[in-house]
């Protein structure tokens, strides 16, 4: 079975991730491929995997705002950090209200207050990621951290 056919068939079953790793190996086909409709579901997967943060931080709400800056700096310094993006409870509540403009009545009812402030990170290896969990885990005011693989 050739390369495509089984980065193709690893779509089909929804494993974006093996699916990469086997469209990686003949990258240099990719031009061949470009009018096939796995080609691009492939593409646009992969936009998602790259565009996502691979650690979010949710910060508990009496949480000051001295340490979520002090959090911040210190995951900003860490080896294997491209990003951190700051999201405040204002933000939060924005990114609330744009992905349910459909439903007016779940608009009405949530505000900003009851909304947690909390940090993307985007990291180069699974390492920095792990790091980052761990560290967040055991700080006193973030309420959860959740993270997957590093892309």
């Known amino acids: 079975m050739s390369t495509i056919t089984q980065a193709e068939n690893l779509l089909a079953h929804n494993d974006p991730w ?3 790793a086997e469209y990686d190996k003949v990258h240099q086909y990719w031009p061949l491929y470009q009018g096939s409709d796995y080609f691009n579901q492939y593409k646009s997967q992969l936009a998602a995997l790259k565009s996502a943060p691979n ?10 705002d001295q340490d979520i800056q002090s959090f911040i700096t210190k995951v900003r310094s860490m080896s294997g950090v491209k990003e951190v993006k700051y999201i405040s409870k204002q933000d939060a509540l924005k990114i609330y209200r744009d992905r349910n403009k459909n439903n007016p009545n779940l608009v ?7 909304l947690p402030a909390s940090i993307e990170v985007h990291t180069e290896s699974d390492t920095a990621t792990s790091t980052i969990l761990n560290l967040a885990r055991q700080q006193s005011f973030v309420e959860s951290a959740a993270g997957g693989r590093s892309f």
């Open 18 to 20: 093996r699916a990469l």
């Open 55 to 64: 650690v979010i931080v949710y910060f508990k709400a009496n949480a000051s």
């Open 108 to 114: 009405k009812i949530v505000t900003a207050d009851i």
